[in-house]
Structure formats: C-alpha cells, structure tokens
T-cell receptor, first 114, second 113 residues
Framework: SQKIEQNSEALNIQEGKTATLTCNYT??????LQWYRQDPGRGPVFLLL?????KEKRKERLKVTFDTTLKQSLFHITASQPADSATYLCALGPSNNQGGKLIFGQGTELSVKP | EAEVAQSPRYKITEKSQAVAFWCDPISGHATLYWYRQILGQGPELLVQ????????DSQLPKDRFSAERLKGVDSTLKIQPAELGDSAMYLC???????????FGPGTRLTVL
C-alpha cells in the first residue's frame, strides 16, 4: 500500500534562514501533491499545489519541488519568520487525476526562533 | 472571506453514547469531505461527497459511523455508539472541484470517556 513519510522530528531553525521540509512516498504515483499548514487546534490551510508535470512552483517565500523519479517533494520557506512556526502537511492526490481523495503525511513541526 | 463552519467545536461524551457533528461548507462547493485526525498524525479521509452522493466511504467504520448530505449543502456525521478510540479531531473540508485545494473548517475535538 502507499506510504508517505515526512521529517519525523521537529525542525528548529533560526529566523531568517531557509527551512526545508521533506515528503517522500512509495508505492504510489500521484497526479499532484499539495502542501498545507496547520496551527495547533485548527484545521489545515492550503498553501501550494504542484502537478506531476511540474518540477517547481513558487508563491512568495514558499517554493515546492516535485521529483517523480525520486518520489519526493521538498518544501522550502525562505527568510523564515517566527510566524511560520506550525506543522506542515504534505498530501498526495489520486494517481488518475480524478476524484479528490488526498492521502496526508503525518506532518513536520517547524519552529522558527527569533 | 467565506469559511467552512463546524459545530460543536468541542464535545465530551461517554462511551456507548451517540454524537453528531455538523458542517456547512463554503457556498457553491460541490465536494465535501469528513476527516479524522489523531494527535500527531495527518488527517484521514472518512467520507467524501459530491453534491449529495457519496464518492468514497471506504475508510468509514460503517457499523457505528454514518454521514449524510441530504440537500447537497450541509452535512452531518454521526457516531453511535461512541468508543474510547474515537477520541480525535473531526475535520470537515470542502472544495469547488474535485482535485482542487480543500478548505478546512476549525474541526470538532471529540473526547470519549
């Protein structure tokens, strides 16, 4: 069955540095991948979607890469700020690009220290 | 800005009791999802609706869980009877299209004693 793995340990970085979060998957070929942010006690908030035919996507300080050969997505936050502290979830879309079922990773907790 | 509404925000119940959660998606969103999230894990899809029809309920424990979206707008998720292992955050989400970004509500935190 498909398996998704995100950095299991919390990531602690200094303000101003670039945070890099990893999402690896096996036994699956998603048509797209999404990244969400989740604050404690709240629902996830959508950040970015990247499709299988896209290598990279950017939005302000955020950058996502998608390597279908390595079966890996990297999520970067440049010039990180304490307000970026949260849990970040990757989610794989269906392989046939139909339906809306997402399979979520367990999330990586990011802490940005001032 | 339009938001997904959920109620109640918190629910404490005893095992074997019945509980119900309500969700009102963003207006015009045809697709509605119910997820369960255990602390430290990602959300797991329980049921997905397209308008009033169930698209996927493969992970819904149908012996105790039920979900409906009668008029294709708001939705109710019910658990009867509740078990200790049902303690979790129950999230509702909606999207305009399939394979689109999902908008999540604030969730209902369920504690079963």
């Amino acid at each position: 069955s498909q398996k998704i793995e995100q950095n299991s340990e919390a990531l602690n970085i200094q303000e101003g540095k670039t945070a890099t979060l990893t999402c690896n998957y096996t036994n699956y070929s998603p048509a797209y991948l999404q990244w969400y942010r989740q604050d404690p006690g709240r629902g996830p908030v959508f950040l970015l979607l990247i499709r299988e035919n896209e290598k990279e996507k950017r939005k302000e300080r955020l950058k996502v890469t998608f390597d279908t050969t390595l079966k890996q997505s990297l999520f970067h936050i440049t010039a990180s700020q304490p307000a970026d502290s949260a849990t970040y979830l990757c989610a794989l879309g269906p392989s046939n690009n139909q339906g809306g079922k997402l399979i979520f990773g367990q999330g990586t907790e990011l802490s940005v220290k001032p | 800005e339009a938001e997904v509404a959920q109620s109640p925000r918190y629910k404490i119940t005893e095992k074997s009791q019945a509980v119900a959660f309500w969700c009102d998606p963003i207006s015009g969103h045809a697709t509605l999802y119910w997820y369960r999230q255990i602390l430290g894990q990602g959300p797991e899809l329980l049921v997905q609706f397209q308008d009033e029809s169930v698209v996927d309920d493969s992970q819904l424990p149908k012996d105790r869980f039920s979900a409906e979206r009668l008029k294709g707008v708001d939705s109710t998720l019910k658990i009867q009877p509740a078990e200790l292992g049902d303690s979790a955050m129950y999230l509702c989400a909606s999207s305009l299209y399939l394979a689109d970004e999902q908008f999540f509500g604030p969730g209902t935190r369920l504690t079963v004693l």
